[in-house]
């Protein structure tokens, strides 16, 4: 019916609007940040468009790549690869990986959470502190001004002031 697809037109606009707000500021999270794959360049207008009357806008282009819009102004991004990257529209960015590799940005912390397959944790926070959990307890952190601290699993603790640590980051 006509109202059935200006409501579905209404939701594709507020989702269309949403999503150019957050936008640019996913893509410049993603090439700032080296822990996250690069997505590829805008390969130009969708070979596929569908809106749902639940305000979601699905897009799939030539490379294969598919774009969905929700109205809430998320939006995720599906290559052929399998790489997942969701941009929330509180500015977080979530990227999946085939090999279960999760890479998490929090906006507001401005600290990003890598999850490797193996159950090992990597937090870098915006002061440059770097601290890597592994799944058997044992914690590595290293400081901005290099400074390393290794905490067993058994609670003891081992500090080396400015010393360059073995998280290579």
Do not use: W
Not at 34 to 54: I, K, M, N, T, W
């Amino acid at each position: 019916t006509a109202a059935e697809a200006a409501a579905e037109a209404a939701a594709a606009a507020t989702a269309e609007r949403l999503h150019g707000m957050s936008r640019d500021h996913g893509c410049a999270v993603l090439s700032a940040n080296p822990y996250f794959e690069p997505l590829p360049v805008e390969e130009g207008r969708p070979v596929q468009e569908d809106s749902h009357a639940d305000g979601k806008v699905e897009r799939l282009y030539r490379s294969g790549r598919c774009e969905v819009l929700y109205a809430t102004g998320t939006r995720k991004d599906v290559l052929p690869s399998g790489l997942q990257t969701v941009f929330f529209c509180n500015g977080d960015v979530k990227q999946t990986a085939t090999s279960r590799r999760v890479v998490y940005y929090h906006a507001e912390a401005e600290t990003t959470h890598v999850s490797e397959p193996d159950g090992t944790q990597l937090y870098h926070f915006p002061n440059g502190q770097v601290e890597r959990h592994f799944a058997d307890g044992l914690k590595e952190i290293v400081f901005a001004d290099g400074s390393l601290k290794v905490i067993l699993p058994s609670g003891e603790v081992h500090e080396q002031v400015g010393a360059a640590g073995p998280l290579g980051v």
